[in-house]
């Protein structure tokens, strides 16, 4: 049973566009949100998170952007650039547990920026 | 440089036999987290030590054990091993046991094969 869901595997997207990431979770205990980058033969690289008390947290060019009602929250960089090409992954804690920062990753998406 | 560091990079093994992974948290970090990357089960937590305590537990097989020692660096040991633990190891650090703002610092992990 997946928690976290990131339903498309990849994006293709042109330099300076938009890029749009979605996550999705079903777990109603999650009340942390993260996205990680990956690059190849590299570990997961945090970008920015976001509390379930908030709604949108932004970082330079990095939104973050959570629907609670909807259980949806996505990552919005703009403008893209080709050094952002990478494995982006959404990840979910459960703070209110108390018992450790675990994290649940979704599958991650493969985000390809052309120049 | 995330400031984790992962040893072996590669490890090669047959089946049946076991293995030590190591991980060297970020300076002053006192969390230590360990995730397995597999093709079809994406990255999973797998346990969680706390200085030199183990504080969360996930989908860790019983032939799977880990420790914290007193200079906070932390081991992985897999036994019996089987052609499904082929995978990536990951480890990450944090600051604190949990909370918000606790973010989780990953090494460049170890590539496992079991033939």
């Known amino acids: 049973d997946q928690q976290v869901k990131q339903n498309s595997p990849s994006l293709s997207v042109q330099e300076g566009r938009i890029s749009i990431l979605n996550c999705d979770y079903t777990?109603?205990?999650?009340?942390?949100f993260l996205w990680y980058k990956k690059y190849p033969a590299e570990g997961p690289t945090f970008l920015i998170s976001?509390?379930?008390?908030?709604d949108k947290n932004e970082d330079g060019r990095f939104t973050v952007f959570l629907n609670k009602s909807a259980k949806h929250l996505s990552l919005h960089i703009v403008p893209s650039q080709p050094g952002d090409s990478a494995v982006y992954f959404c990840a979910a804690s459960a703070l209110r547990n108390n018992a450790g920062n675990m994290l649940t990753f979704g599958g991650g998406t493969r985000l390809m920026v052309k120049p | 440089d995330s400031g984790v560091t992962q040893t072996p990079k590669h490890l090669i093994t047959a089946t049946g036999q076991r293995v030590t992974l190591r991980c060297s948290p970020r300076s002053g970090d006192l969390s230590v987290y360990w995730y397995q990357q597999s093709l079809d089960q994406g990255l999973q937590f797998l346990i969680q030590y706390y200085n030199g305590e183990e504080r969360a537990k996930g989908n860790i097989l019983e032939r799977f054990s880990a420790q914290q020692f007193p200079d906070l660096h932390s081991e992985l040991n897999l036994s019996s091993l089987e052609l499904g633990d082929s995978a990536l190891y990951f480890c990450?650090?944090?600051?604190?046991?949990?909370?918000?703002?606790?973010?989780?610092?990953f090494g460049p992990g170890t590539r496992l094969t079991v033939l």
């Open positions: 777990n109603s205990m999650f009340d942390y």
């Open positions: 990450a650090s944090s600051t604190r046991l949990a909370g918000a703002r606790n973010e989780q610092f």
């Open positions: 976001i509390s379930s008390i908030k």
